[in-house]
Structures are given as structure tokens and as C-alpha cells.
T-cell receptor, first 115, second 116 residues
Framework: AQTVTQSQPEMSVQEAETVTLSCTYD???????LFWYKQPPSRQMILVIR??????QNATENRFSVNFQKAAKSFSLKISDSQLGDAAMYFC????????????FGAGTRLTVKP | GAVVSQHPSWVICKSGTSVKIECRSL??????MFWYRQFPKQSLMLMAT?????????EQGVEKDKFLINHASLTLSTLTVTSAHPEDSSFYIC????????????FGQGTRLTVV
């Protein structure tokens, strides 16, 4: 079974600074996708960034970027120039292309942004 | 595009009654819809997967007779919590996917269920 591990229950960052959220996963598949979702207090799940396993280049979306290390099965999220609106729960998620049914989530990291 | 609407956003019901939660894909046809349960400060737990026109596939430990899922059309899936008890109180989230087209799931706003 695939598992996703987020080892940081809580993280804190100063506004305008950079923070990195960690995620590791376990899979025997070679083709899969990884995601970071943000869940603000409204609890609406918002897709932040996605990474295809077959792509070596790390995905980037404005202030959000990932460090994808396939061999190490690591998928960290870097948030640059942190803003107050970035405060939320962040979930790392995995889905295999074999079976699009199963999106598996990590336990989540609560990010606090200090003004 | 790819908007998923979940209704109601919150509901309070009495023990023993049933509650229906709807999940609609507004601007696309969802081949597959998923139902999750989220306890406070915890992650999303997949409860079941539903494909249009077929029976839902439930995760281990989820009572299919208690959590009835119907996916009657490509834009609507419903979750009915039957004979609700206080321990069923939780946050329920649906998502929908376009298998073969888009990989990521699109989430509804969630439903806060409180059973009193």
C-alpha cells in the first residue's frame, strides 16, 4: 500500500520569509503524481502544486515550488515570501496512474505565518 | 472550470435520523467521485469511491449499510448517513475526478454534520 508521511505537524514562518514543508511517500509504482493541497480555515481543499513522477524538473507555481527527489521518495514544498494568507493546513497527496481512484493524503502540516 | 459543489455545508440532525449530502460537478462530467471523512485536526480519510452507474467501493472498516452512496449521474453523487449517531458527527468532503483527462481531484466545500 502507498503511504504518505508528513513528519511536521506544525510549522511557523515569519511573513516574507521562506519555509519548507516535508513529505515522504512509499510506493512500488514508477508512474504516479504528487500534490500539495492547502486547506484554509474555510476547509475548502485548494490545489497548490502538482508534480508528475516522470518529470525530472521540479514544479513551480509562483511563490510555491517543490523539491522532488524520486529516488529518496521525497516531495517537499517551499513557500517563498510567505504571506499571511498562506496560513493553513497543508496536505501532501499521492495518486498512481494505475488507479486514479486512490488519492492518499499525509497527516498534514499546520502552517502559521507570523506578521 | 472544474467546480464541485457540496450541499449542505452544515447540518444538525437528531440521533436515529438519516441525512443526505449531495456532491455535484457543476461544469464537467465526473467519471469518479470520492467521499472522505475528516476528524478535527486530522487528515482526510477515504471512505468510498463511486463510479457512475455502478456500486460504490468502500474502504475497509466503512459500513456500507450506514453510509449509502449513490452515483446516479455523471454530475451527482450522494452520501446518506443512515440512522445517524453522535459518533458520526464529522466533516465530510467529496471530490470528483476526470479519469483519463485530469489527474487531480476537485473538492467540494465539505459538510459539517452534527448529530445530537
Amino acid at each position: 500500500a502507498q503511504t504518505v508521511t508528513q513528519s511536521q505537524p506544525e510549522m511557523s514562518v515569519q511573513e516574507a520569509e521562506t519555509v519548507t514543508l516535508s513529505c515522504t511517500y512509499d510506493t512500488s509504482e514508477s508512474d504516479y503524481y504528487l500534490f500539495w493541497y492547502k486547506q484554509p480555515p474555510s476547509r475548502q481543499m485548494i490545489l497548490v502544486i502538482r508534480q508528475e513522477a516522470y518529470k525530472q524538473q521540479n514544479a513551480t507555481e509562483n511563490r510555491f515550488s517543490v523539491n522532488f527527489q524520486k529516488a529518496a521518495k521525497s516531495f517537499s514544498l517551499k513557500i517563498s515570501d510567505s504571506q499571511l494568507g498562506d496560513a493553513a493546513m497543508y496536505f501532501c497527496a499521492y495518486i498512481t496512474t494505475h488507479n486514479n481512484n486512490d488519492m492518499r493524503f499525509g497527516a498534514g502540516t499546520r502552517l502559521t505565518v507570523k506578521p | 472550470g472544474a467546480v464541485v459543489s457540496q450541499h449542505p455545508s452544515w447540518v444538525i440532525c437528531k440521533s436515529g435520523t438519516s441525512v443526505k449530502i449531495e456532491c455535484r460537478s457543476l461544469d464537467f462530467q465526473a467519471t469518479t467521485m470520492f467521499w472522505y471523512r475528516q476528524f478535527p485536526k486530522q487528515s482526510l480519510m477515504l471512505m468510498a469511491t463511486s463510479n457512475e452507474g455502478s456500486k460504490a467501493t468502500y474502504e475497509q472498516g466503512v459500513e456500507k449499510d450506514k453510509f449509502l452512496i449513490n452515483h446516479a449521474s455523471l454530475t451527482l453523487s450522494t452520501l446518506t448517513v443512515t440512522s445517524a449517531h453522535p459518533e458520526d458527527s464529522s466533516f465530510y468532503i467529496c471530490s470528483a475526478s476526470l479519469r483519463g483527462v485530469r489527474v487531480e481531484a476537485f473538492f467540494g466545500q465539505g459538510t459539517r454534520l452534527t448529530v445530537v
